[in-house]
C-alpha cells in the first residue's frame, strides 16, 4: 500500500509562513489528484487544497485562498503546501490524502493507506 507521511510543521508567529512536505512510500500517486486537510482542537477535519495529477486546475478552500500554494513534484513523489500570512485559526493538525476526480473530497483509492499521523502546525499571535 501507498503509505504518505506528513512533515515540515511546527511553531511560527503570526504572518510568519511554512512548508508542509508530503512524500509517499510504497508505491506512487503520480496519477492520482492529492490533497490537504487540517483538524483543529475541538473541530471536523476540513479540506485545505488539492491538485490534479497534471498540476493544473489547483483548487483551495475560501479560508486560504490567496495565502496557500499546493504544488507537486511528480519524480520525487512529493505534494507540498506552501503557507503565508499565517493566522492563529490556521492552527491545526494537516494531513494529505489522495481525492476524487473533483479534487475537493479525499478518496482512498485501493491501493492506498489511510490516514497518516499528519504534522502540527501551531500559530501564535
Known amino acids: 500500500q501507498v503509505q504518505l507521511v506528513e512533515s515540515g510543521g511546527g511553531l511560527v508567529q503570526a504572518g510568519g509562513s511554512l512548508r508542509l512536505s508530503c512524500a509517499a512510500s510504497?508505491?506512487?500517486?503520480?496519477?492520482?489528484?492529492m490533497g490537504w486537510f487540517r483538524q483543529a482542537p475541538g473541530k471536523e477535519r476540513e479540506f485545505v487544497a488539492s491538485?490534479?495529477?497534471?498540476?493544473?486546475?489547483?483548487y483551495y478552500a475560501d479560508s486560504v485562498k490567496g495565502r496557500f500554494t499546493i504544488s507537486r513534484d511528480n519524480v520525487k513523489n512529493t505534494v507540498y503546501l506552501e503557507m503565508n500570512s499565517l493566522k492563529s485559526e490556521d492552527t491545526a493538525i494537516y494531513y494529505c490524502?489522495?481525492?476524487?476526480?473533483?479534487?475537493?473530497?479525499?478518496?482512498?483509492?485501493?491501493?492506498?493507506?489511510?490516514w497518516g499521523q499528519g504534522t502540527q502546525v501551531t500559530v501564535s499571535s
Open positions: 491538485i490534479n495529477w497534471s498540476k493544473d486546475s489547483p
Open positions: 490524502a489522495p481525492t476524487d476526480a473533483t479534487g475537493r473530497h479525499y478518496y482512498f483509492h485501493d491501493g492506498f493507506a489511510s
Open positions: 510504497g508505491g506512487t500517486f503520480s496519477r492520482y489528484a
